[in-house]
C-alpha cells in the first residue's frame, strides 16, 4: 500500500504543467491574426478566458511572424497584473524562409545553442515579459544534438528566461532520446478523430510510461468537424450529437472534446477559436467522462470501421 501511494505521489510530481500551474483547457493563439483584433479586443479575450479558468496562452515564435507575440504582449501591456496569473507557451527551431524567425534561404529547423536562446530573448522581447512558463522546441531538428538542447534549455532554465522545457511533434523515439538527456514537461502533438496517428505510433503509451501529459492541438481538427461537406465530419458530428444527448451534455462539441480527456495519458487540450464560449465548451467536456463503448463508437465513427 505505501508502495502504491509513493508511485502515485511521484506520479503527481511529474505532472509538470500541472505544478507550473497549467490550465487544462489551453487557449492557442495560431489564428489570432486572423481574428483582426485590437490589442485592447485581445486584452478582453485574455480577461474572459482567464475569468473561464483559462489561464495559458499558446504560441510559437511564428506564429504570425512574431506579429501574434508582439499583439499578445501590447495586450498584456494593457493589465501588467495578469502575467503572473497565467502561463504563457512559446516554441522555437522552425526558421521559415524569410521570416524574423530566419531571414534564411531555405525553410529548416535550428535547436542550436545559439538559436535557442536567441529565439527566447527575441520572444520574452516580443511578449514583453520576463519569462515563459514553458518553452517548447517546436518539431524535431534532424540535425539535433541532444546534449546541446539540454545544455541550451538548462542554461534557460537556469537563467529564468523559461520555467520548464519541452518538445512538439516528437516521435516517441525522440521524445524518449532526448528526455535521457533533460525533464520534459510535455509533447505537444496534433491528435482529433481526423488525425489518429498518435494512437498508432505510441505517441501516448510512451508518454504515460514517462508520466508525462501531452498537449494537443487541433483538437477539432483545425475547424474541419464543422464543415458541412466532409462526410467525416458529417458521420462524427451525428455520433457526437447522439452521445451529448446520452451524457446530457451542453453540446456535441463538448463530446469531441471528452473524446480526448477520456484518454488515460491525461491530456490538455488546445482550443483555437476566437470566441470565447468554444473554450467553454472545451471545459465542459473535461467534466465528461466516455465509458468504453462509446469512446470507442467514436473511433469507429473516425475511422469509418470497427476496430479488428
Ligand atoms: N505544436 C504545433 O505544431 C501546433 C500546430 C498547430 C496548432 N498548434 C496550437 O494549437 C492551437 C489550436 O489549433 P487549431 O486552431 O488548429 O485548433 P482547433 O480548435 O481544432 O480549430 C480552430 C478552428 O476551428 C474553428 N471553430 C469553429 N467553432 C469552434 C469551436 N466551437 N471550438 C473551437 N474551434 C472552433 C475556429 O474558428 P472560430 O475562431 O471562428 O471559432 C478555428 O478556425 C493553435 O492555436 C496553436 O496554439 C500547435
Redesign the pocket.
Given at each position: 500500500m505505501k508502495d502504491e501511494t509513493s508511485a502515485l505521489a511521484e506520479t503527481r510530481s511529474r505532472d509538470t504543467l500541472g505544478a507550473i500551474g497549467c490550465s487544462k483547457v489551453v487557449a492557442?493563439?495560431?489564428?489570432v491574426r486572423e481574428?483582426n483584433m485590437s490589442a485592447a479586443a485581445l486584452n478582453r479575450y485574455v480577461q474572459e478566458s482567464m475569468a473561464l479558468g483559462v489561464t495559458t496562452f499558446?504560441?510559437?515564435d511564428i506564429y504570425g511572424g512574431g506579429e501574434v507575440e508582439a499583439l499578445f504582449g501590447d495586450a498584456l501591456a494593457q493589465t501588467p497584473s495578469l502575467r503572473g496569473k497565467m502561463q504563457i507557451v512559446s516554441?522555437a527551431g522552425i526558421r521559415p524562409r524569410g521570416s524574423s524567425a530566419g531571414a534564411v534561404g531555405v525553410k529548416h529547423y535550428d535547436t542550436s545553442r545559439v538559436y535557442l536562446q536567441a529565439a527566447v530573448e527575441r520572444s520574452l522581447q516580443r511578449l514583453k515579459t520576463d519569462y515563459l512558463d514553458l518553452f517548447l522546441i517546436?518539431?524535431p531538428d534532424h540535425l539535433a544534438n541532444n546534449d546541446e538542447i539540454a545544455d541550451a534549455a538548462e542554461s534557460l532554465i537556469q537563467q529564468g528566461k523559461i520555467r520548464a522545457f519541452g518538445v512538439?511533434?516528437f516521435t516517441p523515439r525522440q521524445f524518449d532520446s532526448l528526455r535521457a538527456k533533460i525533464a520534459l514537461a510535455t509533447n505537444?502533438i496534433?491528435f482529433?478523430p481526423f488525425e489518429l496517428q498518435a494512437l498508432d505510433d505510441d505517441v501516448f503509451t510512451a508518454l504515460s510510461a514517462a508520466a508525462v501529459s501531452p498537449m494537443i492541438?487541433?483538437?477539432?481538427?483545425?475547424?474541419r468537424l464543422?464543415s458541412e461537406t466532409d462526410e467525416l465530419a458529417v458521420r462524427l458530428r451525428q455520433e457526437l450529437t447522439t452521445l451529448a444527448e446520452k451524457y446530457n451534455a451542453p453540446s456535441w462539441?463538448s463530446i469531441a472534446y471528452a473524446w480526448i480527456f477520456t484518454l488515460p495519458c491525461a491530456p490538455y487540450v488546445?482550443?483555437?477559436?476566437?470566441?470565447v464560449e468554444?473554450l467553454q465548451?472545451a471545459l465542459d467536456g473535461l467534466g465528461v467522462r466516455l465509458n468504453r463503448e462509446d469512446w470507442y463508437a467514436i473511433l469507429e465513427a473516425a475511422r469509418g470501421k470497427p476496430v479488428p
Open positions: 492557442g493563439m495560431w489564428r481574428w499558446d504560441h510559437a516554441k517546436h518539431r512538439s511533434n505537444q496534433e482529433s492541438w487541433s483538437a477539432l481538427g483545425g475547424g464543422f462539441i488546445l482550443v483555437g477559436s476566437r470566441r468554444s465548451q
